[in-house]
């Protein structure tokens, strides 16, 4: 009994060996370095462009408070006659 359970351990440590020899040696073919590059690169390409729509919500927001600070969303004064500074109505 114990010797089938050794050879059945064998067996199964063998088989695992020679899977990860063979994915190993399919990552060191040309195709394999292709895919590894082109998904490094896709990787890369959602990280730039998760930064990108990060910088943009940042953008907005800073915006707003900007616009909120300097009063650039204020509604606009009421159509009247035009007055320069320093000058009244009754000068004229």
Known sequence: ?????????????????????????ERMTPAGIGASVAEGLRDLADAIGDFGADVRAA????????????????PLPE???AQLPGRHATDR
């Not at 009994?1 to 040696?25: C, D, E, N, P, Y």
């Not at 953008?59 to 204020?74: I, Y």
């Open 1 to 25: 009994m114990r010797r089938l359970f050794w050879l059945a351990m064998g067996i199964t440590i063998g088989a695992l060996v020679v899977r990860k020899l063979s994915r190993a040696a």
């Open 59 to 74: 953008m907005a927001e800073r915006e707003l408070e900007l616009r909120a600070g300097t009063g650039l969303d204020a």
């Open 79 to 81: 159509a009247g006659p």
